[in-house]
């Protein structure tokens, strides 16, 4: 087998239905330089391992399957599952020989078959390694309607510092060519962070910053059995906010970007407050917030269940952090990022009246 560029790292558990079209849109790219797929399954009850095994089966030179260790009839909530996600992808990651990374997830699928080809080239070309990952946009599907959606803003084309990258793009992590970090002999995963999508991101941001090409190149198929729609709009609310303190671990200079990230995620949290809803939805995150030192997030998803003394500081300080957090996006944002935000307005503005 030829030494690959491209290591793709697609991750499965009880996916059966989607494993063809996932690895046939890997497969269908065209590029100039081999690749590899490492496909790793994490005991999934159906028949996907059967399935990765015929494609291996069909393309030995390409294709290698691993299987996770795991107990038959085990459950799975979605602090376990994402627990084992993350287990996944760090094997996935220190088997990859390619020069550059790529995870998918099992279920969504390539759409541009010279999607790789064009990530790589502007990693090739970017000879001072300046990014440590070239990303694009992709698009929400619905499989039941054939429907799609782009997820991101329509932002042209351009580079980014970590900084700025992490203070208001989203792109997905299956959207993303990263440098394979480990041939530096880096593991980004070496923090014990848990990683979720936008943490494995940010695991690279220290190494460099990111290019983004605003095609569409991939489909995100929504289903209701994912770890996002499984939890409230609360509790994704609050993990979002979390991830303030776990990128600490991380790197320590991110956290202005941090805040100016999550600025509406916080202040959601913070008009509902008062709500006891919110504070119940909280209890099973609690021991783990607490873990990080998140107190200001503690206190503000605790808010009906704290005393007096904490909810009057809770109060102090969320206007003391939003006034911070407005003073940060001043300065990270520059004249740069505004323009990217509002020629994407502009265009946002303009689709209705072009349909």
């Known amino acids: 087998m030829a030494q690959p560029k491209v290591s793709i790292l697609i991750s499965f558990y009880n996916l059966a239905p989607y494993v063809d079209e996932t690895l046939q849109s890997v497969l269908n790219q065209k590029t100039d330089f081999p690749i590899e797929v490492l496909c790793a399954d994490d005991g999934s009850a159906d028949n996907t391992v059967e399935k990765l095994r015929q494609w291996e089966k069909r393309y030995p030179e390409t294709v290698r399957v691993f299987v996770m260790d795991f107990i038959p009839g085990e459950k799975r909530p979605p602090d376990v599952r994402i ?6 992808r760090g094997r996935l990651f220190r088997e990859a020989q390619g020069t550059y990374i790529c995870y998918l997830d099992g279920d969504d699928f390539y759409t541009d078959p010279y999607k790789l080809q064009k990530q790589a080239d502007i990693l090739d070309a970017d000879t001072e390694k300046k990014y440590v990952a070239c990303g694009h946009n992709g698009c929400f599907y619905w499989q039941s309607t054939g429907k799609t959606r782009p997820i991101e803003k329509p932002i042209r084309e351009c580079s980014l510092t970590a900084k700025e990258y992490w203070s208001f793009l989203y792109i997905h992590t299956n959207a993303l060519m990263f440098r394979n970090l480990r041939l530096q002999e880096i593991d980004p995963f070496a923090s014990g962070v ?28 929504q289903t209701e059995n994912s770890t996002f729609h499984l939890r409230s709009q609360y509790q994704n609310f609050m993990l979002g906010c979390f991830m303030i303190y776990e990128l600490q671990k991380v790197d ?31 209890q099973i995150f609690m021991p783990r ?7 200001r997030l503690c206190r503000l998803v605790n808010y009906s269940r704290e005393a007096l003394p904490a909810r009057l500081w809770c109060e102090v300080e ?4 939003f006034f911070m957090t407005k003073v940060f996006r001043h300065f990270i944002w520059k004249p740069k990022v505004r323009a990217l935000l509002e020629e994407a307005r502009i265009k946002l503005e303009q689709q209705p009246a072009a349909q």
């Open 194 to 221: 848990t990683i979720d999508d936008n943490l494995l991101t940010a695991q690279f941001l220290p190494y460099g910053g990111i290019y983004y090409l605003p095609d569409c190149m991939f489909n995100y198929r």
């Open 252 to 282: 320590k200079s991110m956290f202005p970007s941090s805040l100016v990230r999550m600025i509406y995620e916080y202040t959601e949290l913070y008009k509902a407050r008062k709500d006891p809803q919110l504070a119940e939805e909280a």
């Open 83 to 88: 627990k084992r996600l993350n287990a996944i």
């Open 318 to 321: 969320n206007k003391f952090w």
């Open 289 to 295: 917030f607490r873990s990080y030192h998140a107190g």
